[in-house]
């Protein structure tokens, strides 16, 4: 059985995990998994927990709760109306195919380079928070044929090395190309969803050494992460949601967005061995 102390002191950090990413996420519209990633990874290693999988655990069990969060929230969009269907349907094999991509090529690659890639994209998705315009624009309508073909599969590839959902990609790219903001981030809750679902099922068969993995994992997944994670977003989220109406979320994106670039850094630091 493991240690009742450091099954304790596991709880608490993943309560304080979840709650902060569920405050973020109703906050600023952040998908919990940026930062719940990191996070995963510096409370595993302060547990004990490392190895050559260890970043391959924290994108598993980050990718499993967005599966609940993501069908939390398309079903709460399309009761306004707000998902765009056809978007979805047409873009979905294309992300699904990615993302089971993702799965093969994650677990073929070790910890410290999966660190660095999340630290490089992480820079890139801090650098668009921070700078990024409304306005920017590529095309007035989704891409189709060809360029969809090459551009779902890279979305949903790129979101599992990330461990994260489908709203840090496919916000900004449908925002790109003439899709409103609320319709972008209910559709996005959809790629979301598609991402998940199947490489969560490829993540649970990952074999993972017993002794480098947490208590209660099965394949790359840890149920008590998963657990207590989802509990806390769900509770803390709508205190994002009322302090986002009572102040201007616009300042907060940018300090989210800095901390956001640290945190990939530093990440990239740990990968480069400095």
């Known amino acids: 059985m493991p240690d009742t102390t450091l099954l304790l002191q596991m709880l608490v950090m993943l309560m304080v995990i979840g709650g902060f990413a569920g405050v ?27 190895g050559p999988q260890l970043m391959q655990m924290c994108l598993a069990t980050s990718l499993a709760t967005i599966i609940v969060t993501s069908v939390r929230s398309v079903l709460s969009h399309n009761k306004k109306g707000a998902v765009v269907w056809p978007i979805l349907r047409s873009w979905g094999p294309g ?13 073929s690659l070790r910890s410290s380079v999966l660190q660095g890639l999340f630290g490089v994209i992480g820079i890139v998705i801090g650098l668009y ?7 920017w624009r590529l095309g007035e309508e989704m891409p189709k044929g060809i360029r969809r073909a090459i551009v779902s599969p ?9 461990g994260i959902g489908g709203g840090s990609f496919g916000v900004p790219l449908m925002s790109l190309y003439n899709i409103p903001i609320h319709r972008a981030v209910a559709t996005a809750a959809g790629f979301g969803v598609i991402i998940a679902v199947p490489s969560v099922a490829g993540f649970m068969l990952l074999s993972i050494d017993p002794a480098n993995r947490p ?21 803390t989220a709508p205190w994002g949601v009322k302090l986002a109406h009572a102040m201007d979320p616009k300042p907060l994106k940018r300090i989210f967005a800095v901390f956001l670039t640290l945190v990939a850094l530093n990440m990239l630091r740990k990968a480069l061995g400095w």
């Open 154 to 162: 890279i979305v949903g590839f790129l979101s599992v090395l990330m």
């Open 95 to 107: 992300i699904a195919m990615g993302a089971v991509l993702g799965v093969l090529v994650v677990a």
């Open 24 to 50: 973020l996420a109703g906050l600023l519209g952040v998908g919990g998994g940026i930062v719940l990633v990191p996070s995963f990874f510096y409370a595993f290693q302060t547990l004990g927990y490392g």
């Open 215 to 235: 208590p209660f994992s099965v394949g790359a997944v840890n149920l008590p992460a998963f657990l207590v994670v989802i509990a806390m977003t769900l509770t």
């Open 129 to 135: 928070l921070g700078f990024g315009k409304s306005e």
